[in-house]
């Protein structure tokens, strides 16, 4: 039977609530005094008698006590959105993670963006490609090519969208809460307040310019909202697309926009690997995608990609990445949801799923197509005798080599 909390229950509660947060901290405290001492091993490293920042290094123990195989002076490959400043407007956010922020990325960078329902992302353009994977909710996109063929589309969670350099488009946030989604662009150094907006042209265009541009008085001009009210601001939810979504214009022959959830994707024992690149979403000319799922234990297995540079992003699940650089350097990083990662082109590297649920994230390269060379498909195809002179390997591991690339091991 419902009823009404009185003061003495609802400070009862509080008191219960307290005591199992007091509880929680201290046993959280206990944890990370024996989680973040700097020691791999004893008679390795010692302990850290000054207070340091134990939330970060509780998201990053194999930084405090990297593996025995780390060496060397490998730059940082990760950073977090966590970490980025956010722009907030009346219709939504973003942020970047730029070669500013990530400064070995110097061919791609990322923006995270939030429209709420109804907001638009002002209709401009930019001198980048923009590739776009929807994290959450839904949006509609529209644009047009050089020859006037027009685009619109409505987009939901796992679909992309790919404009080219130049094209002119918008993204607007649909019900019933709008979307958010990651922008990749094939420029590290990329500034998402750098891209020609409308109004913003408007503005500065003389009033009789764009009389006779537009065939109208010029005394209708001039009415233009400052370019910093818009960007992403708030306008009413559209309604749904019909028959007539291109407004009687004819369509681009290839679409801007990809199912990449509907594709079959390549399944193992742990995991699944969607591969997206221009043989199958054509107007993707610039950037390539794969999107991995590993289950807990499961592993991405030891590769390189052989065309570009790898840039991540972390959708969900806990990770740790380690890369071999040449020359005896090697360095592991940890990962979480909302991390960007990097790899430099043709550098060797492994992603595990260290945490207890499925690891999803995206790999993005700024190419056609997509590309990688498996470790164990190439021992595989090597003279075992030549891999023996090599590696010393017993018989069972050249036994147990794959000539057919399984992409995700199992645990």
Not at 111 to 134: D, F, I, P, S
Not at 335 to 360: I, K, M, S
Not at 405 to 410: A, E, G, H, L, S
Request: hydrophobic share 40%.
């Amino acid at each position: 039977m419902n009823r009404q909390l009185t003061r003495r229950d609802m400070l009862a509660t509080a008191a219960v609530a307290g005591g199992m947060l007091t509880s929680a901290s201290v046993a959280m405290a206990q944890t990370s005094d024996r989680i973040l001492q700097p020691s791999r091993a004893p008679g390795i490293g010692g302990n850290d008698p000054v207070p340091g920042n134990p939330i970060r290094e509780r998201q990053n123990p194999d930084m405090l006590n990297p593996p025995a195989t780390d060496s060397g002076t490998t730059p940082n490959l990760r950073f977090s959105f966590a970490d980025a400043h956010v722009r907030q407007t009346s219709g939504g956010w973003t942020r970047q993670v730029t070669a500013r922020e990530l400064s070995v990325s110097k061919a791609i960078a990322g923006v995270q963006m939030r429209l709420n329902a109804g907001a638009v992302r002002e209709l401009h353009w930019h001198k980048q490609a923009e590739w776009a994977y929807m994290l959450y909710g839904t949006a509609r996109i529209t644009a047009i090519d050089p020859e006037g063929r027009n685009f619109v589309d409505d987009v939901g969670v796992g679909d992309l969208w790919y404009f080219p350099g130049g094209i002119p488009h918008s993204i607007q946030g649909l019900g019933p809460d709008g979307c958010e989604f990651l922008l990749v662009f094939d420029d590290g150094n990329f500034d998402e307040d750098d891209t020609f907006l409308l109004s913003d042209w408007f503005k500065h265009v003389p009033a009789e310019v764009l009389s006779k541009n537009f065939g109208a008085p010029a005394s209708l001009f001039g009415h233009t909202p400052d370019p910093s009210e818009l960007y992403i601001f708030k306008a009413p939810v559209p309604g749904p697309l019909g028959p007539d979504r291109l407004l009687g214009a004819s369509p681009v022959p290839q679409s801007f926009s990809h199912r990449m959830m509907a594709q079959d994707p390549i399944r193992t024992k742990s995991g699944t690997v969607r591969i997206t690149d221009s043989s199958v979403f054509p107007a993707s000319k610039d950037i390539a995608a794969a999107l991995v799922e590993i289950e807990p234990g499961g592993l991405r297995e030891l590769h390189w990609h052989p065309n570009a540079d790898e840039w991540q992003y972390y959708i969900s699940g806990q990770a740790r990445m380690g890369v071999f650089a040449a020359s005896g350097q090697a360095r592991t990083f940890d990962f979480q949801a909302g991390d960007v990662g990097f790899v430099p082109f043709a550098t060797g590297h492994y992603v595990e799923n260290t945490g207890t649920t499925t690891l999803r994230f995206l790999e993005m390269f700024k190419s056609s197509y997509f590309a990688d060379v498996s470790l164990n498909q190439w021992m595989a195809l090597t003279p075992p005798e030549l891999l023996k002179v090599h590696l010393k390997l017993d018989q069972q591991v050249t036994m147990a080599l794959n000539k057919t690339k399984i992409p995700v091991r199992p645990a």
